[in-house]
């Protein structure tokens, strides 16, 4: 008979999910947390009427470990991934866990599924999926009395399968609202962005640059990344926005930018019709890391960037980092040593 190996689901087969053997989840029900404990079950069954699935109250986070050779576990800067989903959690009226606590669970599911981490390969990681919902029903718009907060993970490769030619258009849609929730991750600016990426693929484009939402002549973000271009003249700019999720990869880029590539970083308004400034352009997050846009077009006019040297520096780097392939000087890493 087939004998199943051990490692038969390691393999991360792109960007797509893989049932691996543990799920965290804690509930949040009379007013407090409950202990949380690991389950096999990859499906919960909660009320048909939850706020998470007719208001969209819901907050999510997405980030990795990757396996070191000498065998040990990086987790990268978790703990800006925990306040971020504080800051998330809160802006969606639901209860939050501690920075320690949220790397503590992390820590936990992790090694109770180390098995599934893909072996030490400069795009492949455990991706870790933090979610809290609003769970019980409620039929008035408002806050659920009860959650669940669901931690998954599932080994990934990168988002984009062709880094050569990610080519670009943008969106008259918007992901988000001035004022509104583009400054934290949660699923109702994903939702309203399914739609503007579904066109661009439909006209052959890899993903769609969103502008903001108020002029629509600024680049606000790339997808579910953010945007950086490096000029002519060296310098590594990226938008600064309030309706732009705070990217961990892009604020690390930044130091190393300035550290290691002695590039000037600056923040601020990116006009779509100035493009030709760039020597280079690209998206940067957990999932995306860092991938060169090769164009962006807009109103028929498109741009194409040419050369990504700059940008495959830093992508070396800031792997190099994450994987302890170098030393990490701004005790970026929590190790989980198994
Ligand atoms: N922008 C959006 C909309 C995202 O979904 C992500 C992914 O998390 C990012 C940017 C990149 O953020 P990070 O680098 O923290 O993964
Ligand atoms: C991530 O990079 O973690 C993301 O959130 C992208 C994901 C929405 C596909």
Redesign the pocket.
């Known amino acids: 008979m087939f004998e199943q190996k051990e490692d038969y689901m390691i393999k991360a087969n792109g ?1 797509s999910y893989q049932k691996c053997e543990y799920v965290y989840i804690k509930e949040f029900k009379d007013n407090k947390w409950q202990e949380g404990y690991l389950s096999t079950e990859d499906t919960i069954n909660i009320s048909v009427m939850s706020t998470s699935l007719h208001y969209g109250q819901q907050a ?4 990795k470990a990757y396996k070191v050779s000498d065998g040990s576990i990086n987790l990268f800067r978790v703990k800006e991934n925990a306040k971020r989903f504080i800051k998330s959690c809160s802006r969606m009226m639901m209860p939050v866990i501690s920075e320690d606590e949220f790397t503590k669970i992390i820590v936990e599911l992790v090694k109770a599924n180390k098995k599934y981490i893909p072996e030490t390969n400069k795009s492949e990681a455990l ?1 870790i ?1 933090p979610l809290m919902i609003g769970v019980g029903p409620k039929l008035g718009v408002g806050p659920s009395n009860d959650y669940m907060l669901i931690v998954t993970v599932t080994p990934v490769g990168a ?1 984009f399968n062709n880094l050569a030619k990610t080519r670009c258009l943008t969106t008259f849609y918007d992901r988000a609202a001035p004022n509104g929730t583009g400054m934290v ?1 949660v699923g109702p600016n ?1 939702g309203s962005s399914l739609y503007a990426l579904s066109s661009v693929k439909a006209l052959g484009y890899n993903d769609a640059v969103f502008l903001d939402p108020l002029t629509h002549t600024k680049i606000e973000e790339v997808g ?2 953010n945007f950086f271009g490096i000029t002519y003249d060296n310098k590594y700019i990226t938008p600064k926005s309030d309706s732009i999720l705070p990217s961990i ?1 892009n604020d690390s880029l930044k130091v190393i930018a300035r550290d290691y590539l002695n590039l000037e970083v600056i923040e601020e308004d990116v006009y779509i019709n100035d493009l030709k400034r760039f020597k280079e352009a690209s998206a940067c ?4 890391l860092i991938t060169p846009i090769s164009s962006i077009t807009h109103l028929g006019e498109e741009t194409v960037f040419l050369t990504h040297d700059k940008s495959l520096e830093l992508k070396e780097i800031l792997t190099n980092i994450q994987y302890s392939l170098i030393p990490d000087k701004y005790n970026w890493i929590t190790k989980i040593i198994l």
């Open positions: 960007f999510f986070e997405g980030l991706y999926r988002y991750k994903y579910a990344a990869t997050g957990t999932g995306a």
